[in-house]
């Protein structure tokens, strides 16, 4: 009797557990649970987390940015309409020429009486280079909308004199041959240029002068150190590996590199474009797993090349290519159409970011207008992709302390790798204002979430504001005269505050941004 019973409740017990493994069946809701500690900080959410990066390639400068003799630009070539929208992006920094296209740059084509400067082949992206749209173009565009210049030196074929002189072009008070230059080209005061890459992908065999990791390094060194002696005020990112998955070097890489540039690098730079290839939502959604790999890897490689130094340079990671790509290559030249999916996906771009808001200090959606990006242009106007709102509201959180999250809730798995929550959340708090901000993105191709939000410090009151990217069509996307259909609702509800808590459901493939105010 006693030994029927046992087994009864054995095989009770196998069904419920295999039942509770099993995904809730459809429309069903699930519980979860964020809980909010804003003690709980991990750094500032940096303002240059809300970077953008403009590269000569196809039609991003020319016919995107800037186009001359169109009735749509200004007297000097720089589109209206574009500017109008990118100044709505808050670009807090715009990286520059390149990508690819620096490592075969000579900027010294690109100054002076326009009709006088040289076209060129473009090597990497097989083009012609016009170099009308030079140094000074690109610095006067970063001061119209009020984004800080990030240079990317040419690091494959270039010298390190040509590196140093350019600092001295940009950044020279005394009168000096590259000073009194920029003054003739009609630029007296220096453009005071601080953020200079060491380079682009120069791991990656496609890149114009490739070298390994014990030549980029020795190189780099050696133009940070010219470089540093011409303006000692700039700040320098080594470019880290930008293969990291495919390339069982990249260790080494990373490890070459900060070893031989501790004293003199500020951040190394990572590169990801991520992809759904497979046509599966919540494997795409799964990237975050990837990017915050890359990131706590490269922050403890940080970690261990500081290791013995007294008193070690900080180093900081630049994020400073990433975004979604993989439909739009050569031939289209990267004119990638986003749809409703890829836009979530910016949420989950930074919420790894904000997560590791202590090492990640720069980063810049590659790119910013009709190459892999949220503009796109025709000779009569433009339209907004759907990837274009979420950059938007997330720049709202620069400043904000990122917090630590306790977070539970129903998980999946991708292949091998650990369970993954449904939910990937971060939380940032501006104290000035005592709001929280909670960044939610429900994975979940199907399920509702209903989750009770807790709050540890400070009492919620019930006002609640409510920002939300949804659409019942994962692949809807936008076009000219069509670009009104992913859009973010807002609203204001009143929670039903207990215990200093509250219940939201959050829907099915959604990002949702909450914004409590404490009392
Ligand atoms: O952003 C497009 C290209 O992707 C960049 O030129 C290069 O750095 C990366 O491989």
């Known amino acids: 009797m006693r030994t029927n019973t046992v087994c009864l409740l054995s095989i009770i017990l196998t069904v419920c557990l295999l039942l509770g493994s099993l995904p809730p069946a459809q429309g069903q809701t699930t519980q979860a649970r964020i809980k909010i500690d804003t003690d709980r900080t991990i750094g500032e959410i940096h303002p240059h987390l809300f970077g953008n990066f403009a590269e000569h390639l196809g039609?991003?400068?020319?016919?995107?940015?800037?186009?001359?003799?169109?009735?749509?630009?200004?007297?000097?070539?720089?589109?209206?309409?574009?500017?109008?929208?990118?100044?709505?992006?808050?670009?807090?920094?715009?990286?520059?020429?390149?990508?690819?296209?620096?490592?075969?740059?000579?900027?010294?084509?690109g100054i002076g009486p326009k009709d006088q400067r040289p076209v060129r082949k473009d090597l990497a992206w097989d083009d012609l280079e016009s170099n009308r749209f030079g140094t000074d173009e690109f610095l006067k565009y970063c001061e119209m909308i009020?984004?800080?210049?990030?240079?990317?030196?040419?690091?494959?074929?270039?010298?390190?004199?040509?590196?140093?002189?350019?600092?001295e072009y940009c950044n020279e008070s005394k009168n000096t041959f590259w000073a009194e230059q920029r003054r003739k080209n009609g630029r007296e005061q220096p453009y005071k240029v601080k953020y200079w890459a060491l380079g682009n992908e120069i791991d990656g065999p496609w890149q114009l002068g490739h070298k390994n990791a014990e030549e980029y390094s020795k190189f780099a060194l050696e133009a940070a150190k010219a470089?540093?002696?011409?303006?000692?005020?700039?700040?320098?990112?080594?470019?880290?590996?930008?293969?990291y998955g495919a390339n069982a070097d990249w260790m080494h890489w990373n490890r070459t590199v900060l070893n031989t540039l501790r004293n003199q690098a500020d951040y190394i730079a990572i590169h990801s474009y991520i992809n759904n290839r497979d046509n599966d939502f919540e494997k795409f959604m799964a990237w975050s797993q990837t990017i915050d790999n890359y990131i706590d890897v490269t922050a403890s490689q940080i970690k261990e090349a500081q290791n013995r130094l007294q008193n070690p340079r900080?180093?900081?990671?630049?994020?400073?290519?990433?975004?979604?790509?993989?439909?739009?290559?050569?031939?289209?030249?990267?004119?990638?159409?986003?749809?409703?999916?890829?836009?979530?996906a910016m949420g989950m771009f930074f919420n790894s970011f904000f997560r590791r808001a202590d090492v990640v200090k720069m980063a810049n959606l590659a790119q910013m207008v009709?190459?892999?990006?949220?503009?796109?242009?025709?000779?009569?106007?433009?339209?907004?992709?759907?990837?274009?709102?979420p950059l938007v509201e997330f720049t709202r959180q620069k400043g904000n302390q990122s917090l630590d999250?306790?977070?539970?809730?129903?998980?999946?798995?991708?292949?091998?790798?650990?369970?993954?929550?449904?939910?990937?959340?971060?939380?940032?708090?501006?104290?000035?204002?005592?709001?929280i901000y909670v960044n939610v993105l429900n994975r979940s191709k199907d399920k509702?979430?209903?989750?009770?939000?807790?709050?540890?410090?400070?009492?919620?009151?019930?006002?609640v504001g409510v920002w939300e990217l949804n659409h019942p069509d994962l692949k809807?996307?936008?076009?000219?005269?069509?670009?009104?259909?992913?859009?973010?609702?807002?609203?204001?509800?009143?929670?039903?505050?207990?215990?200093?808590?509250?219940?939201?459901?959050?829907?099915?493939?959604s990002l949702t941004i909450l914004r409590l105010r404490l009392k």
């Open 476 to 509: 809807a996307t936008h076009t000219f005269g069509d670009d009104k259909k992913v859009r973010p609702v807002t609203r204001n509800i009143t929670a039903t505050v207990e215990n200093n808590g509250f219940n939201y459901t959050f829907p099915a493939h």
């Open 448 to 463: 509702d979430m209903t989750t009770r939000i807790d709050n540890q410090e400070g009492q919620l009151t019930n006002a």
């Open 314 to 344: 900080p180093i900081y990671i630049a994020y400073d290519e990433w975004n979604v790509w993989y439909r739009a290559y050569n031939a289209q030249k990267l004119e990638e159409v986003y749809n409703f999916e890829d836009a979530l």
């Open 227 to 243: 470089m540093r002696s011409t303006d000692p005020s700039i700040k320098l990112i080594a470019s880290g590996s930008s293969n």
């Open 370 to 389: 009709n190459v892999i990006a949220p503009i796109t242009t025709n000779k009569q106007g433009l339209f907004l992709q759907t990837i274009y709102f």
């Open 405 to 435: 999250t306790f977070v539970s809730a129903p998980t999946y798995k991708v292949g091998n790798r650990p369970p993954l929550k449904y939910l990937d959340v971060s939380t940032s708090y501006n104290a000035a204002d005592k709001t």
């Open 146 to 167: 009020g984004a800080e210049p990030y240079i990317c030196i040419n690091a494959g074929l270039g010298t390190i004199d040509d590196a140093r002189h350019w600092v």
């Open 59 to 109: 039609r991003m400068i020319y016919g995107g940015v800037y186009e001359e003799g169109s009735p749509l630009s200004d007297k000097d070539g720089y589109r209206k309409d574009v500017m109008d929208v990118v100044k709505q992006l808050n670009v807090s920094i715009l990286r520059w020429p390149g990508g690819n296209f620096a490592s075969g740059y000579n900027w010294k084509d």
